[in-house]
């Protein structure tokens, strides 16, 4: 090559730079040149080049206010609101900035609120859910009275990388007025009137407002008098104070908030104190002391006694204040350990609840008992050895073993256990095994379930439970109990969640059950469900637009799903191809192809909607209405959970170039049922001319949930205008009229549409249709009640619970649901009793009033004396669902077994007292147990629609029981019912059962249900008395009214019999006998009528079943027997085919809509004729009458004969042989019916085969063989088709034979009787030679030959019975040139005999390739070119060559250097090993290992060898990489030290290949979340001020953790806010760094002096210890604070100044225990005693009697 063209050449490599996906700065890298030869020369200053990696700028974080963030304050009460936002999505790789700014709504900053600016700073490393935090000063403007105030806090961004959501980016707060809850403001005007004078007194009031808030003593408030009038000019005394004094009932009720905790040795348990009820305006202090059971103070946990807990004030229900319990770690083998700690106070405000709980002590993880086996290895034989012992011993003890310990055999491991289970897979099985012991007694252990990452209630349910093991239980059976959990698919698109089921021994038995630590925590991981997805499309799917608009907004929503990331659609813009007349693109429209991205959050009921604006071009010409069409595809990332809607995958856009132009001025209306919707249209574009005009547009409905003429009214409206009256924009009104179908339903909606009588000239906007949504009228309720209202149960035992759907207006078509929730009185909930099932039910859609929905409440088995009790409470946050409160309220009692008590309940829960009897029985039956003594068991009666005295007397109503009464035994009692004489409407009340004995105590049922039957045979009401006044003669009448009421009964005529009777005492009035009767003959009402209908429209059955045909009443009531005639009408059946065993309906007399059987039902008889026939139907129509009327749309059923499965017919071949001959041209086959009828057409398919041909196909019709390598080929043929009666022959010929190179042996043979059944099968045998000749591959053809005319062989139609054969050169063959060379030929000259042994010789040159290869060799073959001449003996040579040892092949490493988490368990490194140098024509393997750096294999990593593999053919310039994926496990040691590495290489594993050239180096980052815990080793210092400096040592304690790294923390000084800092001397402003260095671990102390000067003493001052900021995320503070305090001595002390003294030193101690209950320490402080380091002082000057104070 030309120099110039060499200098020229240039050489690439290909540098893959990766999209990470995470906001982070620029980067860069820097690559070098180097050279492996010596004779390469590399320029200086050319051989490196750097790249920079600019941020992908798609790359970004979503950061805002998570939901449910506080936004609501109150003046006085929040004196600060704290706000965090957080990141959303995404994570960081550099630090971003973000401004909270403030901006005035109703409030105004700084009057209201503090900060109009706020820099946030996000760091390096912060993730998803990682929060900046800052404070917003709330102000109280005292004695301002005004409204509720508003400003808004939005965040703004530095950088583009930064996404704020709409919804997320900015809160609104609400700052609440202070409430005047201690008095009345008094604003009045005081009068003095004429003649008054010095003296005089006018009064007025001021209002004093007992709040029920604990606050101070005494509370103050002024009143001012301000002069009003000009004479006035003087005021003395014109303020007044007025004090309140607290009432002494105020009081706030306060108790521990859990009542039993769990804590593990070595660690701390947080106790707190937790308000239940009140407010409290000044500080409140409870006390907690701690009392020793099985564990002991001091040894097992610090002592608490009397630590005081605060409570601040303003503080309210569920505010708590905490305290830390240390627990020590004793390093001892013990069972569970536990103690009690109490609340008390000596305030009389607070009332301590929950005072007593119980803390148990988990033994350490690390405390343990090493056993071994004292034999490895055991052989016993079969026969001879019985019994072997086999024994353990203990090897090591980490403490002193206080507990017997068990040691077992067993067959596996046993370690920590893990669910995964799909998110649909409803419910995981969680099991409890007993893996030692056996049980003679019950025995409990506690399951709780604690979430990590799954969410309570929406990922899962489980509540938490005593599981009970049974006496006779044992290991040896492997006897175990399970429970499920309910996994909840929530269809939201998220990633894995896991929560954890935490296994503990009940209090009862935690001596007597041990549970490993290895066993006692499940961790269930839900997988999501891979369906989960969304589903989007458009809304709408179709646009109306003016051409003068200029633009369409397109809108794509979510249809369906919830989303917790972020997905993107595609939309695109689109011709319609089907149409020659639709829009062209920019034309009419300009082209659009975005993105539309959803993120996370949004779902289909919350911001589903995202729009897009594509143009419009307005073309200014009048055209038909053009369309395009706008379509979505999938994004790569998200095409797997992204679906379209098949309906609204794509929209239509139609652009309007009409004359008139019309729109919806709404297209969502929301009304309530009974009321009509105004729906109003506009009119936008018409022509301006003068012709007058009237156009009518039509609106119709189509139903979308609400039906048409039941919902709303369905008739068509027309809206006119009139084109004389256009101007502008004018709107026209039309009412549709909603209907109240009184049923309780959600809402429902239907769509209002355009008609345009002159569609060529009128058009529409995309407001082309209004969606009316129907809500439901709050007149339309349902009444829901617990069944009983008291019920008692016995421990061990579980109890029913009901609600009950007492009533409701109209039909239920949608679900209610009522939740239960529990009140503890005496028993508790998890310790005496659980709910078991939902706490939620749900009367589902077609409920009916009647229906009840149950829980079970199981009572746990306890042995006591006591009966406890808890209350049920029913709630409906619905309110179509009304709770009757009478019966919101069950109350429950538990006996115990201990108890000899007996149950009585009820006997019904449903009663029916007819009116005309006068009388409701009332009965209950004893359920359980039998009647110590004579037991009166009150009754409760409560009316609901019935009223006392009105309808029903129950004065003193009770059920009595006599002694010995036992079970089934049943007493009843009567309640008086009052026949009022009114016709009206069933009424109703409820009778409850109570019990006044606890002897005697009620079960289930102890409600009744009383419903009082009108008295329906009066028809009439009739006047008392006739009356006749002085004066009235002989024939004188006197008349009175009688009122026929219409009942609306169908029934006969009736008499009414009226009798005249003397009222008159002095019997002057007489009664002619003949004429004191009259009858009053009732003719029934001709329009009284009842109306039926078939129960159902379609019957189907069987032939010679029978079927009933039942019509029902749905609307009137009956009096008398009504019969109903039936008219058949036949379809496809005839009267052959069934008949009727009645004619016609009977309904009897007092059947009605209501009633319960309102029903009444002929037979149909469907007769089996034995025929295959179709289906048959016939139709049965009720006919009316006068009385009878039948429902038009359900007056007719018809009934269908389903023909029968077992009738069947047979056909055969009429003949069995047929002869044809080839030159006719069809052949008639037949077939016949010889058993059975037909009455349809049937088909029957027929097959056909070639009897005579037999078919064979090649197993294989290519093969491949390689000399040397593969001796023989097999080729087979199988008989694929058909069987042999003959001997059949096959040969395998091929084209242009070559023997040579292969032999074929053959034929084959397949014999009589071989069949395609067995699959026969025959199979030649090709011999391959390996001729020892350099040469290509080859390819040879053979065809395959059947010497049968009955037989053919099928396969490839271009290759049928062609066999393809590849020979491949033997590759030890040596290549001539490449490998080897011979010089020249052999001359034997004239005169050469064999008598002088004449010789001569080749020259063969072996050509050194330096390729890697195997050993090669190559025949020689000695020719004569002369012709008289011959080669006799040896003519043939073989040579090997055997492989240079210096061929060698280079490799380079190519994969950069790694960074793995020390966090992470495992991690995947791809290696990748390049060929820089030589050639391979093996296959040859190398090993890649490490090598320790920082890192050390075994305790930092360790790593899955493999292998990297070469394959012949490789070289440095053809395919020079070669790839493997190895496995990194990483050990995360809990140390904190410094990032760490190690290198992978590859060894000299093959003399080949000696190893690369580089090595790669893998860094270990150190785990964020390895921290050392420090703190100031003491709370209080003293310092005397005797001296003018003293000198003090500070104390700073390693607590926990092991360093491995270098830490520093700063010590400041600061003084008590009341105190100046000029007072502390010059060391005030002290500050020091002190550092922990490399391999301090726990209990390391520092010590730091100080110098402090004081100038007035009797003062306070603090140690503040605090991280340096680049260790603030490894070292927690465990004691942050100390205080300092400066006493005062004062030597010969005046009387007069002791007393002061006396009162300095109150202050000081006040001011001591003020700052020493507020300190937490989670360390073990100590604290120094008072009077530390002053005894000596005090001693000497007491001694000296100068009378010195310390």
Not at 516 to 539: K, N, Q
Not at 544 to 557: E, I, K, Q, Y
Not at 932 to 954: C, I, K, N, Q, R
Request: aromatic share 8%; charged share 20%.
């Amino acid at each position: 090559m030309p120099l110039e063209q060499l200098l020229q050449t240039a050489s690439c490599v290909d540098l893959s730079v990766m999209n990470d996906s995470i906001l982070e700065n620029t980067e860069s890298l820097s690559v070098s040149v180097s050279s492996l030869l010596l004779f390469v020369f590399i320029s200086p200053s050319m051989n490196f080049a750097f790249i920079y990696i600019f941020e992908d700028p798609n790359d970004y974080i979503t950061i805002g206010f998570a939901s449910g963030a506080p936004s609501i304050v109150t003046e006085g009460l929040n004196l600060t609101l704290k706000l965090c936002p957080e990141i959303l999505n995404g994570s960081l790789e550099k630090d971003v900035t973000v401004f909270a700014t403030t901006m005035d709504i109703t409030a105004t900053s700084p009057s209201d609120y503090g900060y109009e600016y706020v820099e946030l700073k996000f760091s390096y490393g912060q993730r998803v859910g990682d929060k900046v935090c800052f404070f917003i000063g709330i102000n109280n403007d005292v004695n301002v009275l005004e409204y509720t105030e508003q400003f808004e806090v939005s965040l703004t961004q530095c950088c583009k990388d930064i996404y704020f959501p709409p919804q997320q980016g900015s809160i609104l707060v609400t700052i609440l007025e202070e409430p005047a809850d201690d008095y009345v403001p008094l604003n009045s005007t005081i009068t003095f009137i004429y003649g008054m004078s010095s003296g005089s007194t006018i009064c007025t009031y001021a209002t004093i407002i007992d709040d029920d808030v604990v606050e101070e003593d005494v509370e103050n408030f002024n009143l001012s008098i301000i002069a009003t009038e000009p004479p006035v000019t003087t005021i003395s005394l014109s303020l007044s104070t007025i004090s309140i004094q607290e009432r002494n009932n105020d009081a706030v009720e306060i108790g521990l908030n859990q009542r039993r905790y769990v804590g593990t040795e070595g660690g701390s348990v947080i106790v707190c104190a937790k308000i239940f009820n009140g407010y409290i305006e000044r500080t409140v202090s409870v006390y907690l002391s701690a009392y020793s059971g099985t564990a002991n103070e001091g040894t097992d946990f610090i002592g608490v006694s009397r630590v005081v807990l605060k409570m601040p004030m303003y503080s309210s229900v569920n505010d708590t204040i905490c305290t830390d319990i240390m627990i020590t770690n004793d390093t001892d083998i013990e069972p569970e350990e536990q103690f009690t700690i109490t609340l008390e106070t000596v305030d009389p405000a607070v009332n301590i609840t929950f005072k007593t709980g119980i803390v148990l002590i988990l033994i350490d993880s690390h405390d343990v008992a090493i056993f071994e086996m004292k034999l490895k290895t055991v052989t016993v034989t079969e026969g001879r050895n019985s019994s072997f012992p086999i024994c353990a011993s203990l090897k090591s003890l980490s403490g002193t073993l206080t507990t017997s310990v068990s040691v077992g055999l067993v067959t596996n491991d046993i370690s920590s256990f893990v669910h995964v289970v799909n998110e649909t897979q409803g419910d995981v099985e969680i099991c409890i095994e007993m893996i030692h012991g056996a049980l003679e007694r019950n025995v409990s252990v506690y399951l709780q379930a604690i979430p990590i990452t799954a969410t309570f209630t929406l990922d899962y349910i489980d509540v938490e439970k005593n599981i009970t093991f049974s006496s006779g239980l044992s290991a040896f059976q492997k006897d175990k109990m399970c429970t499920n959990i309910t996994i909840i698919n929530d269809n939201v698109l998220e990633d894995a969640e896991n929560f954890q089921e935490l296994l503990l021994p009940t209090l009862e038995d935690q001596d007597v059950v041990l549970i490993p630590a290895v066993l006692s925590v499940d961790v269930v991981t839900i997988i999501e469900d891979s369906h989960d997805g969304i589903e989007v499309g458009f809304e709408p799917n179709s646009y109306n637009v003016s051409a003068s608009d200029g633009m369409v907004l397109v809108c794509v929503a979510i249809y369906k799903g919830t989303l917790e990331r972020d997905v993107a659609v595609l939309m695109v813009t689109s011709i319609d191809a089907n149409r020659t007349d639709g829009a062209i693109l920019g034309y009419h429209f300009t082209s659009v192809h975005v993105v539309v991205q959803f993120i996370s959050g949004q779902s289909e009921v919350v911001n589903r909607t995202r729009c897009i604006s594509i143009g419009i071009v307005n073309d200014v010409t009048t055209e038909p209405v053009e369309e395009f069409l706008v379509f979505l595809d999938k994004v790569a990332a998200d095409s797997s959970v992204v679906d379209f809607s098949e309906e609204f995958s794509n929209a239509t856009v139609h652009i309007h170039n009409a004359d008139y132009v019309f729109q919806f001025v709404n297209t969502s209306y929301v009304q309530l049922e009974g009321s009509p919707v105004i729906i109003c249209l506009q009119i936008i574009k018409y022509p301006q001319n003068d012709q007058v005009q009237t156009i009518p547009v039509i609106l119709s409905t189509r139903s979308v949930s609400a039906t048409g003429g039941q919902d709303y009214d369905d008739s068509m409206h027309v809206i006119l205008f009139r084109t004389e009256l256009l101007n502008g924009t004018m709107t026209e009104c039309t009412a549709i009229q909603i209907i109240d179908d009184h049923a309780i339903e959600g809402d429902e909606t239907f769509e209002v549409n355009l008609i345009f009588l002159y569609s060529s000239s009128t058009s529409v906007t995309n407001r082309n249709s209004a969606v009316v949504t129907i809500r439901q009228s709050s007149n339309n309720y349902a009444v829901g009640m617990f069944v009983d209202n008291a019920l008692t149960g016995v421990a061990g035992e579980d109890i029913k619970v009901c609600v009950l759907l007492e009533d409701a207006t109209g039909d239920i078509k949608r679900t209610l649901n009522v939740s239960v929730s529990t009140i503890n009185e005496t028993a508790f909930r998890g310790e005496d009793y659980e709910l078991l099932g939902p706490e939620t039910l749900s009367f589902s859609p077609g409920s009916t009033i009647g229906s009840t929905e149950c829980l079970t409440v199981q009572l746990v088995n306890k042995i006591s004396a006591n009966v406890i009790s808890f209350v049920l409470q029913l709630t409906s946050d619905d309110p179509a669902l009304k709770i009757l409160k009478e019966f919101a309220m069950l109350s429950i009692r538990i006996l115990h077994t201990l108890l000899p008590v007996s149950g009585v309940s009820m006997t019904a829960k449903l009663a029916v007292a007819k009116e005309e009897l006068r009388v409701a029985e009332l009965c209950a039956i004893i359920k359980r147990g039998t009647i110590a003594h004579d037991t009166v068991f009150p009754v409760f009666v409560l009316g609901t629609t019935a009223t006392e005295t009105e309808d029903y007397v129950s004065d003193n109503v009770t059920i009595n029981f006599k002694s010995g009464d036992t079970v089934n035994s049943t007493r009843c009692t009567s309640v008086s019912i009052v026949d009022d004489n009114l016709l009206e409407s069933n009424e109703t009340f409820f009778a409850i059962l109570l019990s006044s004995d606890d002897d005697a105590l009620t079960a289930s049922p102890t409600v009744t249900r009383v419903v009082i039957q009108d008295d329906r045979g009066k028809g009439y009401s009739v006047p008392r008395s006739f009356e006749f006044a002085v004066g009235m003669a002989e024939n004188s009448l006197q008349c009175i009214d009688v009122t026929i009421h219409d009942d609306e009964f169908v029934e006969d005529d009736e008499e009414l019999v009226l009798k005249i009777e003397s009222l008159d005492p002095n019997a002057f009035v007489t009664i002619v006998q003949d004429y004191s009767i009259t009858t009053l003959y009732i003719k029934e009402d001709s329009n009284d009528f009842i109306e039926i209908h078939w129960v159902k429209e379609n019957y189907a059955a069987q032939e010679s079943e029978d079927v009933e045909l039942c019509a029902q009443i749905g609307g009137g009531a009956l009096r008398k027997d009504v019969v109903v005639t039936v008219n058949v009408s036949l379809n496809t059946a005839t009267f052959e085919d069934f008949y009727l065993l009645a004619t016609a309906l009977i309904f009897k007399s007092g059947q009605s809509a209501v009633s319960t059987n309102s029903r009444s039902c002929i037979m149909v008889h469907i007769i089996d004729d034995m025929f295959v026939e179709m289906n048959e139907s016939f139709s049965i129509k009720l006919l009316s009458s006068d009385i009878v009327h039948v429902s038009p749309s359900n007056d007719t059923t018809t009934v269908t004969i389903l023909d029968d499965l077992s009738d069947v017919i047979s056909i055969e071949w009429s003949e069995r042989v047929y002869n044809a001959v080839e030159e006719d041209t069809n052949v008639l086959i037949c077939a016949s019916i010889i058993n059975g009828t037909l009455e349809t057409n049937v088909t029957v398919p027929f097959t056909y085969s070639q009897g005579t041909v037999a078919t064979f196909s090649l197993v294989e019709n290519r093969f491949m063989s390689t000399e040397g390598v593969n001796s023989t080929v097999l080729m087979c043929i199988l008989l694929s088709i058909g069987s042999l009666e003959k001997t059949v022959t096959m040969s395998m010929e091929n084209e242009g034979t070559s023997v040579t190179d292969y032999k074929v042996d053959g034929p084959i043979v397949f014999l009589p009787g071989s069949s395609d059944n067995d699959k026969s099968t025959e199979c030649f045998i090709v011999n391959i030679i390996d001729d020892d000749i350099v040469e290509g591959t080859e390819v040879f053809i053979l065809n395959l030959t059947v010497n049968s005319s009955g037989c053919r062989i099928v396969g490839d139609p271009s290759s049928s019975g062609e066999v393809e054969l590849t020979i491949i050169d033997d590759p030890t063959d040596a290549k001539s040139l490449t490998d080897y060379s011979i010089e020249g030929s052999t001359i034997f000259q004239p005169g050469s005999s064999a008598a002088i042994n004449t010789t001569q010789c080749f020259v063969l040159n072996i050509t050194n390739d330096d390729i890697v290869e195997n050993t090669e060799q190559f025949l020689l073959i000695l020719n004569v070119a002369s012709s008289y001449c011959t080669v006799s003996g040896e003519a043939e040579v073989n040579l090997t060559i055997i492989e240079d040892p210096a061929d060698v092949v280079t490799l380079f490493l190519q994969s950069s250097n790694y960074y793995i988490r020390e966090a992470s368990s495992s991690d995947n490194l791809e290696v990748c090993g390049v060929i820089q140098k030589g050639s391979l024509e093996r296959d040859v393997s190398v090993a890649i290992v490490a090598t320790n750096g920082t890192a050390i294999y075994g305790a930092d990593y360790t790593l899955e060898s493999t292998d990297l593999t070469f394959t012949s053919g490789q070289n440095q310039s053809y395919n020079t990489m070669q790839c493997k994926t190895i496995t990194i496990h990483v050990i995360d040691d809990s140390i904190l030290e410094y990032n760490e590495s190690f290198s992978l290489s590859i060894v000299a594993a093959h003399p080949a290949i000696p190893g690369a050239t580089n090595e790669i180096t893998v860094v270990i980052k150190e785990d964020p979340s390895d921290f050392v815990e420090i703190g100031l080793a003491q709370l209080l210092y003293e310092v005397d001020q005797d001296f003018v400096s003293v000198p003090l040592q500070i104390d700073v304690e390693m607590v926990s953790g092991n360093l491995q790294r270098n830490v520093s923390l700063t010590i400041s000084l600061a003084s008590k806010p009341t105190t100046s800092i000029a007072t502390l001397g010059v060391n005030a402003l002290f500050m020091n760094t002190t550092t922990f260095t490399y391999g301090e671990s726990s209990g390391a102390v520092h010590q730091e002096m100080l110098n402090i000067s004081s100038i007035h003493g009797n003062e306070f001052a603090s140690v503040i210890l605090q991280p340096i900021p680049k260790d603030r995320d490894v070292i927690r503070i465990a004691n942050a604070q100390a205080f300092i305090k400066i006493s005062v001595h004062t030597v010969a002390l005046s009387t007069s100044d002791k007393s002061s003294r006396m009162f300095s030193r109150e202050q000081e101690q006040e001011q001591e225990q003020e700052l020493l209950p507020k300190t937490r320490s989670r360390s073990r402080s100590r604290y120094l005693k008072p009077g530390a380091g002053a005894g000596a002082g005090a001693g000497a000057g007491a001694g000296a009697g100068a009378g010195v104070a310390t």
